[in-house]
C-alpha cells in the first residue's frame, strides 16, 4: 500500500473524530479511505470519507483495514510538510513520510479496537442548512448559563438555549440559514458540540433534529464527507 | 425600565470594579447611574458613575437601584454586540439583549449585598496628573523586588520603587508628568493597583496621595468618570 | 567598574545558560567578559564570551569576578530599556540602570558559588556546520517518539532520530548543511537540547560530535561566542 496526499486535506479528514477517539479503524477501499467510531461513552458517532481521487498515489492493493493510534498519527500534521505518504511495511507497521521526517509507526491490532458501529437509520422531522460558525458562535456563548443547551426548531427559527436560574439563548431566523424546514425540540451536552463545531468550522452544514431525538451533522470536506451523531439528553420529569 | 447603551461604553464603566467585587448595586438615577464599592478585604473602594446622555434610551420610570451578578453580568461583553440594551422584567429579573441574544437574568436580593461604602473625605497634600500607562509600567517591573511599592512625592519627582534585600525603582521628573505638586510618603499592595490600571490603562489619571495615607487615582471614562482609592500598607517599626 | 551595552547584545551572552544555572560567576578581564559553568546534574556546560569592543563604556579598575543570581539579573531585560549600564556600589553590591530605572543588586558570596568547571579537551571525530533552526525544528518533532535522540554521522548525513516501538527521524544530508565531515554516533537527553536550540536560534552552528561521548555546540554571538556542551546517554546493553 502506498498513499500520497496533502497534509491539509487527510487533516480535514480526521478533524471530525479528533477529540472522539484515539484508536481507529481506517478502512480502505478501491475509491474511497473511511471509518466509523464512537466515543468511549457511546454517546456521539463520527464518519469520514474520502474519495481516492484526493490522493497523488493510491496504490491499495487490495481493500483492506488498518487501526490507528491517532494520537501518534496527528503527530505527523507538525511536522509542516505539504505532502503526507504512507506505506505499509508489514502486516504490523507502516511508515510515514512528511516534511523529510520519516515515521515508522506500529499499528494495533483490530482485535483490540472497538468493533465499527452500525449507522443507525432515524426519521429526523427537521432539517437546517447554514452557515456552521454561526452554530458554533452560539455554542460558546450559551455554555455561560449550562451545559446543556437545547434546540428547538418550528415555524419562527431554531432557537438554541440554556436555562437554570438564568436563560441564555438566541433564537435564528429562518431568512438567516440557508434552508430550514420541520421541527424538533432536543438537549444535547454541550462539549461535544463544542469540538464538533471546531472540525466543521465556517463549512456549510446540514442539522437534522427530531423530538429527543440524536442530532445529524453532515458537511462537505475536500473530495469527500464527514458526519456527526450525538445522542440527546433526556430531561428526568 | 428600558437602557440602551454602546457595549463600548458600558464595559468602560465595570472595568475599575473587575476585580474587585462579584456582586454590585447599581444605582439607576434620573441622571446618571453609578455604583460604589469596597472588596472583600475592605482594602479597595470603586466608584464610577456615566451620565444618562450616554445611553441612546434611557427609559428609567423611578430612580431605582439594581443588584447584579457581575460575574455572569460579564458574559454580555462576550457576545460580540455592538449595542446592550437591558429591560426590566420584574421585581426579581432582567434582560439583556445583545449581538442577537437574550440573556434573562435573576438579580441579587438587594438586603444580601454589601451595604454600599461611605466616601471618606480625606485632604491629600500630594497629587500628580500623568498618563496612567507610565504608571502600569512600573508596577509591572518594580514587583520584582517585593509586592508592596512604596510612593514617595516631592520636588524631585515622583518615586515608585519596592526594597528588600535589593531595590528596583522608577524616579518620575515633574516634566514627565502633566502636573505634579505636594508631598506624600504611603506604601501598598501591588496587587491591587496593577489590576486597577489595567482598567484606566493609558487614561490621564490624576493621583492624589499622603504620608500613611490611601491613594486616590479618578479618570475620566466615556461620558462619565471612575474612581479607585487604595488604603496603605502601613510598615510596622 | 562601569560598563554600558546594548541590551539585546547582553540578552544575547546570557542566553545559552539561561534554563542552566541560577547562580553565575562572571568574570570581567581587561579585554572581555565571560563565564563557563554546569548545570545542577553535571550533564550540561555552558560558556560564553564577550569582547569589551561590544560595550559602549567598559571601565574595569582591575579584573575581577562577581557571582550573580542570574534570575533576579534577568528582570533587567523587561525593563525595555536599548541600553544597560552596571556599576558597582561596593564589594557587596552593583547597580544597574536600564529603561528610566535603577536596580540595586546584591551579589552573591563567591565562595558560596560552585567553582568554574575546567573545559574538557576532547578530540571528536564528526563536525557539521549548519543553520542551528534546522536542528532546532529536528527536535521539536523527534521528541513525539522518545526524549534520547540519538544523532549517527556518516557519508550519508547527519541523521537524528527516537526509537521506541515507533521509529521517527530526519536525515540531514550533507548538500543541506554547510560543512559536514566525520562520523559519530551518540545520543542525548532531548530537553537540554531543545532550551539549547531556543539559545541558538537561527544562527550558524558547528556541532562535534563522537561516539558515546559529548556533543559541542558552537557560535558567534554579537562580539564574542558562545559553546554549549552536553554529556551523552549510554545505553545499557
Known sequence: MKLTIATSVLKEFFSIVETLATE???HIDSDKIWYRTVDAANVAMAYSELSSEAF????????????????????????????????????????IYCGGYDYKLALLNDATVKKDPG???????????????IIGDILKIVGISSDKPRFILDTSGLRIFTKDIDEVGRTIKPDEAIKMSGTGNSMFSIDYLKEAARAWGNSEITIQIGNDF????????????????????????
Open 24 to 26: 481507529l479503524r481506517l
Open 56 to 95: 497523488t498515489v493510491y496504490d491499495i492493493g487490495e481493500p483492506s483495514s488498518i487501526c490507528i493510534d491517532l494520537t501518534k498519527f496527528r503527530n505527523v500534521f507538525q511536522m509542516k510538510g505539504a505532502e503526507i505518504t504512507i506505506e505499509s511495511v508489514n502486516e504490523a507497521q507502516i511508515i
Open 119 to 133: 449507522m443507525p437509520s432515524l426519521e429526523l422531522p427537521g432539517e437546517i442548512t447554514i452557515n456552521g460558525g
Open 214 to 237: 440524536p442530532i445529524i451533522v453532515s458537511y462537505q470536506i475536500t473530495r469527500g464527507k464527514s458526519m456527526f451523531l450525538l445522542a440527546p439528553r433526556i430531561e428526568e420529569t
